[in-house]
């Protein structure tokens, strides 16, 4: 027929879609552990470590809205990069960029303080994110 677009084409538009709305959930999820955790009487290390693994798994789906043709394992390795690059940052001090970090939305950007550990909680949160990608189009699929 002509004028008509293929399905494929609707595709990659459905999943970044998806991925946006699972990425809008994750922040939701992750700025009430930041904000509630503490006044809930979770443990530091939960606050700490879940909000960087969520913050991760956010990268993650966001690299997928922008780049919805890519493989699962080619958003990992991007998401990963993003993270380690955000994480190794932290080591450098620009009056502006300390400035920046002091805000909400640079804390919970950029961070403040580099931690090898976080980027342990990053690949935890991009397998995370992952898994969840590949779920929800498994139950597509069906």
């Known amino acids: 027929m002509h004028g008509t677009q293929p399905d494929r084409a609707i595709a990659p538009l459905r999943t970044s879609l998806i991925r946006a709305a699972l990425a809008l959930i994750v922040i939701a999820c992750g700025l009430s552990l930041r904000w509630y955790g503490f006044p809930l009487g979770l443990p530091a290390f939960i606050v700490k470590y879940g909000g960087s693994l969520l913050w991760a798994t956010m990268v993650f789906l966001l690299v997928g809205v922008v780049l919805p043709r890519l493989t699962r394992g080619q958003l990992a390795a991007i998401a990963m990069l993003i993270a380690a690059a955000v994480e190794f940052s932290r080591l450098v001090h620009t009056p502006w960029l300390d400035a920046f970090r002091l805000t909400t939305a640079g804390a919970l950007l950029l961070g403040r303080i580099f ?27 069906d």
Do not use: C, E, K, T
């Open 115 to 141: 931690s090898l550990w976080n980027l342990v909680a990053y690949a935890i949160g991009i397998g995370f994110g992952a898994g969840i990608d590949r779920m929800i189009a498994m139950r597509r699929a």
